[in-house]
C-alpha cells in the first residue's frame, strides 16, 4: 500500500515518514463522510439551511452580536469581514446593519459573496490587501457606487486595483489636494475574523487537483498546539488591521484556537481596546477548542510596536 501511494505521489518519497501519514490521513475519504454525518445531523446546520443562511457559523455571529451588540441600523456602519467565505457573517452584519450599512469582506479563497456584500481576494497578511481595503471605505471610492453594479456582483476588484496603482504612480506630485489625502486612514466601525480552516466547500466546482484546493490553506490540522499558533498569527494579522483601519470606539471579534497564547492575546487587546471579552457562542461544538475575543471601544492612541513588543 506504502509502495503504491509513493508512487501515485512521488513528492512524498525523502519526506519524513510522519508527515507522509498525516497528509495521507488528511484526504482519508471516511473522514469527510464522518464530516458529513455531523452536518446532517446538527440542528444549526439545518437551521442556517432553512434561513437561506451559507453556513451554521452564521449562529456564532449572532450570538456574539446578541451578547455585545457590535452591528447598528441606521448608523451607516462599515464592516470588515476577515475570512469571509462562504458569506454566512456578512450576511449577518448585512442583516443587523441595515440598508445603510456598507460590507466588506476579504477572503483569501475566491468566493462570489452574498447579494449586498462586496468582497476583495486577498491575503490580510499583505500590505497590498489592507491598501485595497482602506481604498475600498474611503470616500473617495464611493464614487464608483453610482454605478450600482455592485449590489448584484459585489465590487470589482479589478477597479479597486487600478485605482490603488494610479495612487501609488502619482505618490510623489506635490499637489496638497492630491488624492491620496481623500482617503481616511481609519475608516472602519467593525471588524469580525473567523480566520482560520478554509470552508468546505463540496459542490459548485470541478476539482482537477491532485489534492482540493482548499486543503492546502489553513485548515485544522488536529494538532491542538499547531492550530493555537497558525490562529495567534491570524488574529495578530486581524489586530493589526485593527490597529491601521479601524476609527477609535470601533468594536472587534476573532477567533481564537486556545491554547498556551490565550493570555498574550488578551494582553495585547486590552493595549487597543477599553472592553476585552472572552465568549464561546452555543453554535461553537463543544469538542472544539476555538475561543472569540471581543474588542469594544478602541482606544485613540494605540502604539502599534508597543502593543507587539511587550
Ligand atoms: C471558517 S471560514 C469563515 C467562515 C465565515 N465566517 C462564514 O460565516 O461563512 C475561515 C476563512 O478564513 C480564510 N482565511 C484563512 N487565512 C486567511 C488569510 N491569511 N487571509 C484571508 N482569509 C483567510 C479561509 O480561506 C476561510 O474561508
Redesign the pocket.
Known amino acids: 500500500m506504502t509502495s503504491l501511494l509513493l508512487f501515485a505521489f512521488p513528492k512524498f518519497l525523502g519526506q519524513p515518514q510522519g508527515i507522509f501519514w498525516r497528509s495521507a490521513i488528511r484526504f482519508n475519504s471516511s473522514a469527510k463522510s464522518r464530516w458529513l454525518d455531523r452536518q446532517k445531523g446538527d440542528s444549526f446546520t439545518r437551521e442556517a439551511k432553512v434561513q437561506g443562511l ?2 451554521r ?2 449562529f456564532k ?1 449572532m450570538h456574539l452580536d446578541d451578547k455585545y451588540r457590535l452591528f447598528r441600523k441606521g448608523c451607516s456602519q462599515r464592516v470588515l ?10 450576511q449577518v452584519a448585512l442583516d443587523r446593519t441595515g440598508p445603510d450599512g456598507v460590507i466588506l469582506g ?4 475566491p ?1 462570489a459573496p452574498p447579494r449586498g456584500v462586496n468582497a476583495i481576494q ?4 499583505s500590505k497590498k ?1 489592507h491598501e485595497l481595503i482602506r481604498l475600498f471605505f474611503s470616500k473617495h471610492f464611493q464614487l464608483y457606487q453610482e454605478d450600482q453594479l455592485h449590489k448584484d456582483n459585489g465590487y470589482f476588484q479589478h477597479m479597486l486595483e487600478q485605482e490603488l496603482e494610479s495612487l501609488t504612480l502619482n505618490s510623489d506630485k506635490a499637489d496638497p489636494q492630491c488624492e491620496r489625502s481623500k482617503i481616511e486612514k481609519t475608516p472602519i466601525d467593525v471588524i469580525v475574523s ?6 468546505p466547500q463540496i459542490t459548485g466546482f470541478w476539482n482537477n487537483f491532485t489534492n482540493s484546493a ?1 486543503d492546502r ?2 485548515n485544522t490540522t488536529g494538532v491542538a498546539i499547531k492550530d493555537h499558533y497558525m490562529s495567534m498569527d ?1 488574529c495578530d ?1 486581524a489586530l493589526i488591521t485593527a490597529i491601521d483601519l479601524m476609527k477609535p470606539g470601533g468594536s472587534f471579534v476573532c477567533k481564537l484556537y486556545t491554547g498556551k497564547e490565550d493570555k498574550l492575546l488578551e494582553g495585547r487587546l486590552k493595549q487597543v481596546f477599553d472592553v476585552v471579552h472572552r465568549f464561546k457562542p452555543s453554535a461553537s461544538r463543544n469538542e472544539s477548542k476555538e475561543l472569540y475575543f471581543i474588542g469594544l471601544k478602541k482606544k485613540h492612541e494605540v502604539d502599534k510596536l508597543k502593543v507587539f513588543l511587550e
Open positions: 451559507r453556513s457559523a452564521a455571529l469581514d476577515l475570512g469571509y467565505a462562504p458569506g454566512a457573517w456578512s476579504v477572503d483569501i479563497l468566493c486577498g491575503n490580510i497578511l490587501t473567523d480566520m482560520y480552516e478554509p470552508w482548499y490553506m489553513a491570524l494579522a
